[in-house]
């Protein structure tokens, strides 16, 4: 059982990866700007999916609250670059 | 009573939430959370312009379960249509769904509601003429999605936050 | 390199297995979606799959696994996941209304450079 746990495990972070490699693609090539924020977005949540499969795999309770703080901090950031796009180029 | 609870649901979330973060319930903890919940309600009350009175919670059970389910479905519909369709076959569309639900909360559920919804996404509400701006992803039937808002997301909301007033 | 226990019973192996899986691929799709689907109003659905379907499965996996560890039960992910569903449509629709202001604008600039190309110069003399 804790071989399979282990591939699971192995399996899920090497899934992550390439979705945080996904995201880091259409960062960089997004055409517009809102492209690369809802990139970002996703790929900060994505993070936050790691940081709890690192937990599991370390049996470590601390990730827990690592994974608060990156929620806590991804959604302030992203709320704050969407108000920055709606309303920071109305001022040219 | 009403000057020392002036909303006795987020004095409680404020205690449950307490008590998750420490994972405990010792009576110290337990009075420290309570003390949280009677001090912040009060200080947030400017913040919170419009009191809402919750009525019918099993409605709101009943909506929130329902709409669980919607969230799984779609989940799979959203999932299959990214891996196996054509791009070139894909309809999205931007719709509109006229609205009767007035009440504020009512309308910030029913926009967490529809965005945690895979599939749709809340533009906004056009001032003019009280319609809900909505972006589909794979649209095969408008009817069906204005019908699906109305019936299955709008009218339990007016039952729940609006019936004082009808 | 990890530190995982001796043992797990498999009552709650076999469900935190299965939800690592669905999760991860999940997780994956949306990704997916987000890299190659070919417009933006199309591209902002591909991450909410993410959102709720993978970050409930994780979570959920979360809970089992240390609830089965510690021997006793271990619910504080449920804030996170309060906290996730409470605010992923929030950024969603601030996003999506963003997106559609500046389209909007750019639309509107555009029409108006088409305006000014297509009126008649006036006459310098």
């Known amino acids: ?23 880091t693609l259409r960062l960089l090539r997004g055409p517009t700007a809102q492209d690369r924020v809802l990139a970002l977005d996703t790929l900060w949540m994505i993070v936050m999916l790691f940081t709890l499969v690192l937990g599991i795999s370390f049996a470590d ?8 703080l990156i929620a806590l901090t991804g959604f ?9 796009l709606m309303r920071g180029e109305i001022i040219e | ?20 973060l420490n994972q405990t319930v010792a009576p110290l903890h337990v009075l420290f959370g309570l003390l949280l919940g009677l001090i912040i309600p009060r200080l947030t009350l400017p913040l919170r312009p419009t009191q809402t009175r919750l009525r019918k ?51 910030a559920v029913l926009s967490c509601l529809i965005n945690s919804t895979p599939g749709t996404v809340w533009v906004e509400i056009l001032s003019d003429s009280h319609e809900l701006s909505l972006h589909v992803f794979d649209l095969h039937d408008a009817n069906w999605w204005i019908d ?14 609006e019936q004082e007033q009808a | 390199m990890m530190q995982l226990p001796e043992s797990l019973p498999l009552w709650l192996g076999i469900p935190v297995v299965f939800l690592l899986l669905a999760g991860s691929l999940v997780t994956l799709i949306g990704a997916l979606g987000l890299l190659r689907l070919p417009h933006f109003y199309q591209r902002i659905h591909g ?12 979570l959920l996996a979360s809970m089992l696994y240390f609830t089965g560890l510690e021997q006793r ?11 996730v569903l409470l605010t992923a449509p929030v950024s969603a629709m601030l996003i999506m209304r963003a997106a559609v202001y500046r389209d909007l604008r750019n639309e509107n600039k555009k029409a108006t450079e088409n305006l000014h190309q297509s009126l008649p110069k006036p006459k310098t003399d």
């Not at chain 1, 309770?61 to 608060?68: G, I, K, N, P, S």
């Not at chain 2, 020392?4 to 404020?14: C, I, N, Q, V, Y």
């Not at chain 2, 519909?77 to 076959?89: G, H, T």
Request: net charge positive; proline share 5%.
């Open chain 1, 1 to 23: 059982m804790i071989t399979l746990l282990q591939y699971a495990l192995y399996f899920s972070q090497f899934c992550l990866l390439l979705a945080m490699i996904f995201c």
């Open chain 2, 148 to 161: 699906t808002i109305k019936q299955r997301y709008e009218r339990p909301l007016i039952e729940i936050f």
């Open chain 1, 76 to 84: 302030v950031s992203t709320i704050a670059l969407a108000k920055f």
């Open chain 3, 73 to 83: 039960p271990i619910v504080h992910e449920l804030l996170i996941t309060a906290f």
């Open chain 2, 1 to 20: 009573m009403k000057r020392l609870l002036p909303s006795p649901l987020l004095t409680l979330a404020l205690l449950v939430i307490w008590l998750l």
């Open chain 2, 57 to 107: 919670p099993w409605v709101l059970f009943r909506l929130l379960s329902w709409s669980l389910l919607e969230i799984l479905r779609s989940c799979f519909n959203v999932s299959r249509i990214i891996l196996f369709r054509k791009q070139q076959d894909l309809n999205s569309q931007f719709i509109r769904v006229p609205l009767d639900l007035k009440d504020a909360t009512g309308l």
């Open chain 3, 47 to 58: 991450p909410s799959i993410t959102i709720t379907f993978g970050t409930g499965c994780f």
């Open chain 1, 61 to 68: 309770q601390v990730y827990f609250e690592l994974a608060l």
